[in-house]
């Protein structure tokens, strides 16, 4: 299963119900996700909470940011690099998308980071999803 699609989806779905949090398993790809969500102004917040089966394991809660006209602030999230096709590409080849409007979140050598983060170190590395 993919996690960081079931992430994605329970977000979007989430955001398109007007929901104020959404809770999903926690993993500490999804926490660095949602913190590059969190530092890029998408979300409100993110914390740690015990989760389901009698609290043994623990969730992600996330906090959605809107508008003051109840709009997402998150337009669009796509995954990119899935399970049975990895996509990888080098700093100079990372994707732009929507005349740069587009934050694309990547997992590197130096850790999870944006496009522009990658850039900057000039690293490449798996390029997870892209959120507008």
Same mark, same amino acid.
């Given at each position: ?44 917040? $993110?914390?740690?909470? +015990?989760? %389901?089966? /009698? #609290? ?8 959605? *940011? ?24 080098? $700093?100079?080849?990372? +994707?732009? %998308?929507? /005349? #740069? ?8 050598? *130096? ?22």
């Amino acid at each position: 299963m993919d996690t960081l699609a079931d992430l994605l989806t329970r977000i979007r779905n989430a955001s398109a119900k007007q929901k104020d949090r959404v809770d999903v398993p926690l993993s500490k790809l999804k926490v660095e996700v949602v913190r590059i969500l969190k530092d890029e102004g998408f979300i409100a917040n $993110y914390k740690t909470v +015990p989760g %389901g089966a /009698g #609290g043994k394991f623990q969730a992600l809660r996330v906090f959605l *940011k809107y508008t003051p006209n109840r709009e997402a602030a998150i337009r669009g999230l796509r995954r990119i690099s899935k399970p049975g096709l990895r996509i990888y590409r080098s $700093y100079g080849d990372i +994707p732009r %998308g929507r /005349g #740069g409007l587009v934050v694309t979140i990547l997992s590197t050598s *130096k850790g999870v980071v944006t496009h522009r983060q990658a850039k900057d170190m000039k690293v490449g590395g798996e390029v997870l999803c892209q959120v507008w």
